[in-house]
């Protein structure tokens, strides 16, 4: 079965504080407004690019203990513009931590309501070690001072910039299992244990994750509280058709439109699948 393009196109986070989110995303990260209502704005990372982030205020505090989004994760297609957003961070004493995966090198903030946020550049997938389908993937220290002599004068988002992968936070790894695997038919691809699973397509080394780091016990995701609405994704004619199916012979509750079909996902929100044109 053709599997490309699979595309995380876009992601909305239902949010409260209007000034404090979009003093974050517009002066401390940049991104560019692309639109904006009186209660929504939506960031690309360039002028005259398609939106990947929208916000939609009118939210109330989540509370705790419940499932939803443990991160986006924010791909850079080289390591200098990653290397200058990141000094930035730092220079404005804005919280920040680090990880080498082996198959990429990460940084992490929570936005302002508490999303998480990686920022991360993909080592060449010639350096990824695969052994029986699983990729290795691991957390090791990060020479922060080598990456920060690497930035540029000023920050300008490049060209490619993407979605790589959403991390969530679920009450059953079951449950994720059956619906990335069984559902949207990614392969399984590393685990931790029995308490975080991580899937892709197309051989890439994740595109999805679930952990149970916050115990099996907690609510699925309140769309009325901050976190994840909804995040979307482009997918080939016969991948999309295909999982049209499974989702009918499963008798999964779904709203057709013409290119497009939306579902609850695993943890609560909403994933819209679009058909490549």
Do not use: C
Request: no cysteine; aromatic share 12%; net charge negative.
């Amino acid at each position: 079965m053709d599997t490309k393009p699979f595309i995380i196109k876009k992601i909305t986070l239902r949010a409260s504080n209007i000034s404090v989110m979009r003093n974050f995303y517009e002066n401390l990260l940049q991104f560019h407004v692309i639109s904006e209502t009186d209660s929504s704005v939506s960031y690309a990372f360039r002028e005259n690019e398609e939106a990947f982030l929208t916000l939609e205020f009118g939210g109330r505090l989540r509370k705790k203990n419940t499932a939803g989004l443990f991160h986006y994760a924010i791909l850079f297609p080289d390591v200098s513009s990653k290397a200058t957003i990141v000094d930035r961070i730092i220079k404005n004493n804005y919280p920040i931590g680090a990880g080498d995966h082996l198959v990429s090198e990460s940084f992490y903030i929570n936005d302002p309501e508490g999303n998480g946020i990686e920022l991360y550049h993909d080592r060449d997938s010639t350096e990824w070690i695969w052994e029986d389908g699983k990729v290795k993937m691991g957390t090791l220290p990060v020479d922060v001072q080598a990456l920060l002599d690497q930035k540029n004068n000023h920050l300008d988002y490049p060209k490619n910039m993407k979605i790589g992968h959403l991390h969530f936070t679920g009450n059953s790894i079951a449950k994720s299992d059956e619906f990335f695997n069984e559902l949207l038919n990614t392969d399984l691809v590393s685990f931790v244990g029995d308490t975080a699973h991580f899937y892709s397509q197309n051989h890439y080394h994740h595109h999805f994750a679930t952990n149970i780091w916050e115990g099996e016990n907690i609510n699925k995701r309140n769309l009325l509280e901050n976190g994840i609405l909804k995040w979307e994704l482009e997918v080939s004619k016969d991948y999309y058709d295909s999982i049209s199916q499974r989702i009918i012979e499963k008798g999964i509750p779904f709203k057709d439109d013409e290119n497009s079909i939306s579902i609850e996902d695993h943890v609560g929100s909403k994933l819209i699948l679009f058909k490549k044109i």
